[in-house]
C-alpha cells in the first residue's frame, strides 16, 4: 500500500488486504489505520460527507475533495508559513497542518 496515490478509504483498503489475508476483519483494518495516523506515519483526511481518507504520503501538502466523485487529490502548492508563524507568535505550538479544499475537479467539471 506504501506509494498508493488513490487516498483510498477503509473499506477500499480492506477489499485490497481481504484477497490476501481472507480472515481479516474491517475492524482490524481501521484500528492499524487508526494506529499507523498517530504514529504519524499515514495520514487520515477527513471527508465532510464521506468516509475518511487515507494517505501514505506524510509530507506537509494540500488535498482536494471533489464533491462529485469523492476522489481526493494531492495539490502541489507553497504552504503558507505566515499562518504558523502567526499562531506560534500567539502561543500555540503547531504539530502539523492540514488544508482541505472542496470542489469539482477537472473530471467532474467538464
Known amino acids: 500500500m506504501q506509494g498508493d496515490r488513490s487516498h483510498p478509504t ?9 484477497n490476501q489475508i481472507p480472515h481479516i476483519s474491517l475492524g482490524t483494518i481501521y484500528r492499524n ?6 504514529q504519524g506515519l499515514i495520514l487520515e483526511i477527513p471527508v465532510a460527507d464521506g468516509p475518511a481518507r487515507y494517505d501514505f504520503r506524510t509530507d506537509n501538502h494540500y488535498h482536494f475533495i471533489c464533491d462529485k466523485c469523492g476522489h481526493a487529490h494531492d495539490i502541489e502548492m507553497p504552504l503558507p508559513t505566515s499562518l504558523t508563524q502567526s499562531l506560534q507568535r500567539s502561543g500555540y505550538a503547531v504539530r502539523t ?3 482541505l479544499f472542496y470542489g469539482l475537479c477537472p473530471n467532474c467539471k467538464s
Open 33 to 38: 489505520l487508526k494506529v499507523l495516523a498517530e
Open 10 to 18: 477503509a473499506e477500499a483498503i480492506y477489499l485490497r488486504v481481504k
Open 97 to 99: 497542518q492540514q488544508i
